[in-house]
């Protein structure tokens, strides 16, 4: 009887199969990489997406901090127990109100007040009228259009040896519209 040796080791086939095996993983991974919808395809859409929507962010971000920038340097807002109009002469005034001003709001360009209140005669209002240095004016010429006149701060000067009050003029953007004079009675 003869006796075999074992022989240790692979055959050729299964070599070639493994190799075979291991190039079809490569391609699948080359492709995977290096494709159409490959990772570093995805990567540089995703990197184009990110820097879009960054430049339409900071796009907002600058219209948005202009908006807030016009809003709150002319016209009317509240300040704390204080109603303040800042012109665009960069002029700022306090406008005086015989109301609080926590029952007040700003509108575009307009003081309302949060609910419609009584003044001292019993009407009904719903817009802030004039105060004590100050008063609103809607403009008679155009008496639908949305456009007001704020009149600020008379200051007497003798002219002639008489008063004169000056008023400053402005819309309710804080334009400046003129000034008018008036001679008291």
Same mark, same amino acid.
């Given at each position: 009887?003869?006796?075999?040796?074992?022989?240790? %080791?692979?055959?050729?086939?299964?070599?070639?199969?493994?190799?075979?095996?291991?190039?079809?993983? $490569?391609?699948?991974?080359?492709?995977?990489?290096?494709?159409?919808?490959?990772?570093?395809?995805?990567?540089?859409?995703?990197?184009?997406?990110?820097?879009? $929507?960054?430049?339409?962010?900071?796009?907002?971000?600058?219209?948005?901090?202009?908006?807030?920038?016009?809003?709150?340097?002319? %016209?009317?807002?509240?300040?704390?127990?204080?109603?303040?109009?800042?012109?665009?002469? %960069?002029?700022?005034?306090?406008?005086?109100?015989?109301?609080?001003? #926590?029952?007040?709001?700003?509108?575009?360009?307009?003081?309302?007040?949060?609910?419609?209140?009584? #003044?001292?005669?019993?009407?009904?209002?719903?817009?802030?009228?004039?105060?004590?240095?100050?008063?609103?004016?809607?403009?008679?010429?155009?008496?639908?259009?949305?456009?007001?006149?704020?009149?600020?701060?008379?200051?007497?000067?003798?002219?002639?040896?008489?008063?004169?009050?000056?008023?400053?003029?402005?819309?309710? #953007?804080?334009?400046?519209?003129?000034?008018?004079?008036?001679?008291?009675?």
């Amino acid at each position: 009887m003869k006796i075999q040796k074992e022989k240790n %080791g692979i055959t050729l086939i299964a070599l070639v199969v493994t190799i075979v095996v291991l190039l079809i993983l $490569a391609g699948i991974s080359i492709n995977m990489t290096l494709g159409n919808n490959g990772i570093i395809t995805k990567a540089k859409e995703a990197r184009n997406a990110m820097t879009n $929507a960054t430049t339409s962010d900071n796009e907002f971000l600058n219209s948005l901090d202009n908006f807030i920038d016009q809003s709150f340097r002319y %016209g009317v807002r509240i300040e704390g127990d204080k109603l303040m109009f800042y012109g665009r002469d %960069g002029e700022v005034y306090n406008l005086q109100s015989d109301y609080s001003t #926590d029952k007040l709001e700003v509108k575009d360009g307009y003081v309302y007040f949060k609910e419609p209140t009584q #003044d001292d005669s019993g009407n009904t209002i719903e817009i802030l009228d004039g105060g004590a240095n100050w008063s609103v004016l809607t403009n008679n010429s155009e008496p639908n259009a949305k456009f007001y006149q704020i009149y600020i701060g008379y200051r007497p000067i003798v002219s002639g040896g008489s008063y004169v009050f000056i008023y400053y003029g402005y819309d309710k #953007d804080g334009n400046y519209i003129g000034m008018e004079t008036e001679a008291p009675e």
